[in-house]
């Protein structure tokens, strides 16, 4: 889970976990030990916390260099007795080490939901050498020898115990991969720097040997070889893998559900196999209930426990609301949806609700709780029955609870069945509009949710009632006077200019000018690149305030630019080059708007790194650096000469060229490799601009293969429309990659030449952008980049069938929208769980979207339109 790590911190925002301290009054984390580690104090050593760890080394010297790293893995349990051993080992021998800074890291890094790379990693040992590290690891591993800790997954385990050994880095340095991402770097022989890998399993550097001593032993098979062949995974976490099995005795297909030993930790200290042995006493317990899938065995196998159960054909209930969502997909987008489609699935869904509130009193009369209820823990069969997944957290009604719950379904203030009865209200609600995530940060929102289902679905007020029953509680806000069934920014209450004021207000409001890291609420994402970036950073924000006309924030706007000029600098030396993700979009933003001093030091800067490996996207790549570059060039106070922009220009081509040819080579061309921002829509876009710069007719051919490539990957829906084939899991139709994007790119072709993709026009792409339901409101991938996009088509001549799904788009914006005071507006971000402020998913890319498309402004995506 990329995420897990930065939403722990801030309840509203994602924020860096090296910030996180657990509240000992949060009954979340009321079972967990929490507070600072510390080893005795020795002198001549040296001691820094950096994120979540603490570095220990002798004298001030850092640590540097690469090798045989030594890990010790930990549990919650375990940390605090093994620091006092192994840094007592390391203070005698001068070996620098590094260990988790708190003791409630100690948890996060082995809970169910953490990253498996990181899984049970508590305590790092830096040898001088080869020869060191053998010996030290051979030593430690006998010290350690009767301590049981979960399995590094990224790393070589010594003799099946706590100590784990891995080739990598010492101290961070950067590279990038071969699809142009940063990543940590290791030094090749040849003095090259190449990614530092951190994979599961473990694999060495090419350049690498493994000692004798470090490798592997053959596992124990501990018995018969059970009779299960894996055909498929289904899932993985910390915990283990789920897989979709073949039993070769009698042919049947079943699940496998693994649980790892000292691994996958939840708030109680239970780890994955005691879960397990939780959970199949559950459903055996429960399984004369119909909405329990028969469980046929547990076993062990090379120390991991399996639980072997039915195989259930069928989606969860999340995937099949969205398969079956009237408002979602329907023949045509155009037309709203007919009383039958309404009430089928409202008949629909009855019939499945009824047996998931069936199935939960019966735990409950029977003294139990689920414990862990949400849309994806339920599974629908094609005849529209049910089946709960998950036991793990099913309990005895007074137990303490393994887990909060799901985001969305959970209020952790509550235990027993009214923390059941919550979630289940909650699933009902998020049947009809999956938005119940944003109700913990407005106490007004979840009326507002309720009354929409109400009159879309025509719900009986019995219903609303009884959910209403079960979530609101009795300290509930009245709902606010204004409050429509989706009021949006053009309601009666307010018009454009007060609604714009309030995002502003929320921006002032939250900024954070003493941070280096970040100056405003940002997506996770955006902790991985420059602060000042476009894409997540300040800059973003800062093209929303200057671009959109009569905004009145003057003394916000000097704040920003006063600390990107700051904070650009010290950005100067990332890796970072791209339009998006570096200082360039900073610059880029300074010098559209007036502010070619401050523009030209970051322009400069990222002008002068090495591209080579940043690929050729609109995002990070050298197809961004053009078009700004293109700009930048012409007009007044050029920062870039037009001599520059076209040997960028033919670069690009060049290498585009090579790009589209590896894609046509491949039989499985990798999805990262399509989109407007990221793949082959956006590049076509820009080598065409440098066929109309050059009056070059082979990058005009080129362009319109790209993009004629990009439609391979497209598929005609049910609806009509054409949309991005997802890795066969979904279909995307947002700016960033999806319909809109390659119709923007289609459109400005268009508008320069007579032609057209091969059977793909774009008011086929449009048709994809109509959904009334939509989960996220962001620029890149929401409904505000809905709104834009096709504000951008209408003026390209796409107007009648762009301007319907513009005003429903417009009706329906209130729905994300958050107000923590009647002053103050925000939105949300990635996947709901915290608010954003950046341009990619928050506030600062819905204010962009509609400011463009009212009028007030005169461009809304950098580089592109």
């Known amino acids: ?251 049947s297909e079943v699940v496998l559900k693994e649980a790892r030993p000292s691994a996958g930790y939840d708030l109680i200290g239970g780890d994955a196999v005691q879960r397990a042995e939780r959970e199949y006493e559950a459903l055996c317990r429960f399984a004369d209930l119909p909405a329990v899938p028969a469980v046929q065995e547990q076993f062990t196998w090379q120390g991991h426990l399996f639980t072997v159960m039915e195989y259930v054909r069928g989606t969860t209930l999340l995937e099949w609301c969205a398969a079956k969502q009237p408002y979602l997909l329907r023949p045509d987008p155009f037309r709203p949806p007919t009383r039958d489609d309404i009430r089928t699935y409202r008949e629909q869904v009855d019939t499945i609700l009824a047996q998931v509130r069936a199935f939960l009193s019966a735990l409950w009369e029977q003294g139990h709780v689920f414990g862990d209820i949400h849309p994806g823990n339920v599974i629908v069969t094609p005849d529209l029955d049910v089946r709960f997944i998950d036991l793990e957290a099913c309990i005895e009604e007074d137990a303490p609870r393994p887990f909060p719950g799901a985001p969305g379904f959970n209020d952790y203030t509550r235990t027993g069945r009214a923390a059941d009865e919550y979630a289940l209200g909650m699933l009902e609600l998020s049947c009809y509009l999956p938005l119940t995530h944003l109700v913990r940060m407005d106490g007004a929102k979840f009326q507002q949710l309720l009354h929409t289902s109400v009159e879309r679905y025509d719900l009986p007020t019995e219903w609303a009632e009884r959910v209403a029953r079960l979530c609101t509680p009795d300290d509930a806000p009245a709902p606010r006077a204004s409050l429509r069934t989706a009021s949006s920014h053009l309601d009666d209450a307010l018009g454009f200019e007060e609604w714009s004021s309030q995002i502003v207000a929320g921006l002032a409001a939250t900024m954070t000018p003493e941070r280096t890291d970040r100056l405003f609420r940002n997506d996770f994402s955006g902790f991985s690149l420059s602060p000042v970036c476009l894409a997540t950073g300040a800059s973003g924000v800062l093209w929303s305030l200057l671009g959109t006309h009569g905004l009145g924030a003057p003394d916000l706007v000097e704040r920003v630019i006063d600390w990107i000029v700051v904070r650009g600098r010290e950005s100067a030396d990332r890796l970072e080059c791209g339009l998006y993700d570096s200082e360039l979009g900073a610059g880029y933003t300074l010098w559209r708007h007036g502010y070619p001093e401050p523009a030209q030091w970051l322009v400069d800067a990222a002008m002068a790194k090495e591209r080579d490996g940043s690929g050729l996207s609109v995002f990070s790549g050298l197809a961004g650096v053009f078009l700004a570059a293109t700009e930048m060039a012409a007009g007044p106070n050029p920062l870039v000469t037009t001599a520059t922009a076209e040997k960028l220009g033919a670069e690009l081509a060049d290498r585009a060229r090579l790009f589209l040819a590896r894609l046509k080579e491949s039989t499985t061309p990798d999805v990262a490799h399509f989109g407007l921002l990221h793949g082959a829509a956006g590049i076509g876009l820009a080598v065409h601009r440098y066929g109309l710069l050059l009056d070059d007719p082979a990058a005009l051919d080129l362009a319109r293969e790209l993009l004629e490539f990009e439609l391979t990957r497209y598929v005609r829906c049910a609806d009509g429309s054409l949309q991005f084939n997802d890795a066969e899991r979904r279909s995307l139709a947002y700016v960033e990659v999806g319909s809109l994007g390659t119709a923007l790119a289609l459109s400005e072709l268009a508008r320069h030449e007579d032609w057209a993709p091969t059977g793909a026009g774009i008011p086929d792409l449009i048709r994809a952008n109509g959904p009334e339901l939509m989960v996220q409101s962001g620029l890149f991938r929401g409904r505000s980049g809905f709104i834009a996009g096709l504000a951008s088509l209408a003026r390209d001549g796409y107007e009648q069938p762009a301007q319907p799904f513009i005003d429903r788009h417009m009706d329906q914006l209130g729905l994300h929208e958050i107000r923590p005071t009647e002053a103050q507006l925000h939105y949300p971000g990635t996947r709901n769980y915290k608010l954003s402020s950046d341009l990619r998913t928050g506030s600062a890319g819905v204010l962009t979207g509609i400011a463009f498309a009212e009028g007030r402004r005169d461009s809304w995506l950098p580089g592109v339109r």
């Not at 890094?109 to 899984?119: C, E």
């Not at 301590?147 to 961070?172: C, E, F, K, N």
């Open 1 to 251: 889970m990329d995420y897990f790590f930065y939403t722990f911190t801030d309840p509203d925002a994602y924020d860096d976990i090296g910030r996180w301290r657990a509240d000992r009054h949060d009954p979340r984390f009321d079972r967990i030990r929490c507070g600072l580690t510390d080893v005795p104090h020795t002198d001549g050593w040296h001691y820094a916390q950096h994120g979540i760890w603490t570095v220990c080394r002798p004298g001030r010297d850092p640590v540097r260099g690469q090798g045989w790293k030594i890990h010790v893995a930990v549990t919650p349990e375990t940390f605090a007795p093994l620091l006092d051993t192994v840094s007592a080992f390391c203070f005698a021998r001068g070996v620098p080490f590094k260990f988790l800074a708190r003791h409630e890291y100690a948890w996060l890094v082995n809970a169910k939901y953490a990253p498996r790379p990181v899984s049970g990693k508590g305590i790092v040992l830096y040898p001088a050498d080869e020869q060191q590290s053998v010996a030290l690891a051979s030593e430690l591993a006998g010290v350690l020898k009767m301590w049981q800790g979960p399995r590094i997954l990224s790393d070589l385990r010594i003799d099946d115990g706590v100590v784990h050994v891995r080739y990598g880095a010492y101290t961070r340095r950067y590279c990038r991969n071969a699809e142009g991402k940063v990543t940590f770097a290791l030094e090749d022989p040849e003095g090259r720097l190449v990614p530092d890998r951190r994979s599961v399993p473990f694999r060495a550097p090419s350049f690498v040997s493994v000692p004798e001593a470090f490798s592997p032993r053959p596992p124990e098979t501990g018995g018969p070889v059970p009779p299960y062949r894996i055909d498929k995974t289904l899932h993985f976490s910390n915990s283990g893998g789920v897989y979709l099995a073949t039993n070769t005795a009698t042919g």
